[in-house]
């Protein structure tokens, strides 16, 4: 049979680094407060991007990353997919873009394009592009995720300039043939579309970006506050689809990965799931990082690489995007 494998992960996380202090004076300066917000999702410092940095060269810097520290050869490399909902261009396509800066060592590219499931764009691309590999001759392939979200924020905004951060990541798969099923197991995608109106960017739309009537903040994101206390039940209930139709229980998964918007949520589905924090089946590094959209997960799981990579173990990650979107993925090593 074959499967597909994950080589290894990269990351890039910009120098700029903010503390809640300073985001708590930034707030107060402007009469607002979001310091309670902070303390509750668990957040202690995170990363912006600087004057020069955008999302391709935070991609670039990712893959590098990746690269260097699994001695990737690059030439090898034949698909190239980044998963952004906040691209630097929509033409050409970013992973074209970053193919081409890369240069040399990526020229043996031959399928390469952008996607955009919003905060399970990463989880999301590793389920097509695994899925691709299976059925093609596409034997090595470069899942590339970035979230630049600094530049798009409002100021004003409790909610996003005070717990979102920019980051990228990158995942290298390659395929191969073994008589034992391992690497992705399964995926499972579920879509509620009443969430839809909330979020938008930019928020007078694209087609009204051009306009000069438009003011400035009407190009940037609205988030509109909505509950989402539904998160823990609907990731159970997605991680328990996949454990029946694997014949697994939940004690049977070795590490639980989650999206880092908030620890209370991830713990509260591990208790739905009879998990404990004893039990050491799960770390949050959104205290670090703060909340890093589609490539979150991945920073949990490149941070942790050494323990989660050990042959045989057992990793579901899951997470949940705008509108809203709940994915949850199996994967053995």
């Keep these: 049979m074959r499967n597909v494998m994950i080589e290894g992960t990269g990351a890039y996380i910009p120098e700029n680094k903010v503390y809640n202090e300073q985001l708590d ?6 009469g607002l407060n979001a310091h309670n917000l902070m ?5 202690r410092k995170r990363y912006f991007i600087s004057e020069d ?11 590098k990353d990746c690269a260097a520290k699994h001695e990737l050869v690059l030439e090898e490399y034949e698909m190239l997919v980044v998963c952004t909902d906040t691209p630097e ?3 050409p396509s970013n992973a074209m873009r970053v193919a081409g800066l ?3 060592k990526l020229k043996n590219i031959k399928v390469a394009f952008d996607l955009n499931s919003n905060c399970t764009g990463m989880v999301q691309g590793l389920d097509v592009v695994y899925k691709y590999m299976q059925t093609s001759d596409i034997k090595k392939a470069l899942v590339v995720g970035c ?19 920019d980051a990228a ?3 290298a798969l390659k395929a191969e043939e073994s008589e034992v099923k391992r690497g992705f197991l399964e995926t499972f995608v579920s879509v509620n579309s009443a969430y839809h109106d909330y979020i938008k960017y930019p928020k007078c739309g694209m087609s009204k970006v051009p306009l000069q009537a438009v003011m400035p903040n009407q190009k940037r994101l609205e988030w ?6 539904f998160i823990p039940q609907q990731w159970h209930d997605a991680i328990t689809h996949i454990l029946d139709n694997n014949s697994l229980k939940a004690q049977d998964i070795d590490y639980y990965i989650f999206s880092q918007l908030s620890d209370a949520y991830n713990l509260e589905t591990l208790k739905l799931l009879g998990i404990s924090e004893e039990d050491n089946k799960y770390y949050f590094v959104g205290k670090e990082y703060g909340y890093t959209g589609n490539t979150c997960p991945i920073l949990c799981l490149n941070r942790l690489w050494d323990i989660y990579s050990k042959e045989g173990t057992k990793i579901i990650i899951c997470t949940v995007g705008a509108g809203y979107s709940i994915i949850a993925q199996l994967y053995k090593f």
């Design 53 to 63: 940095e955008t999302a391709i060269t935070m991609c670039i810097e990712a893959v």
């Design 169 to 171: 990541a990158c995942v």
């Design 89 to 91: 261009y929509l033409f």
């Design 25 to 30: 004076e930034h707030f107060e300066k402007r």
């Design 102 to 104: 890369y240069g040399e």
């Design 39 to 43: 303390e509750h999702l668990g957040r």
């Design 147 to 165: 979230f630049c979200i600094t530049p798009i924020a409002l100021w004003s905004d409790t909610v996003v300039y005070a717990t979102f951060a």
């Design 224 to 229: 509109n506050p909505f509950p989402m206390d």
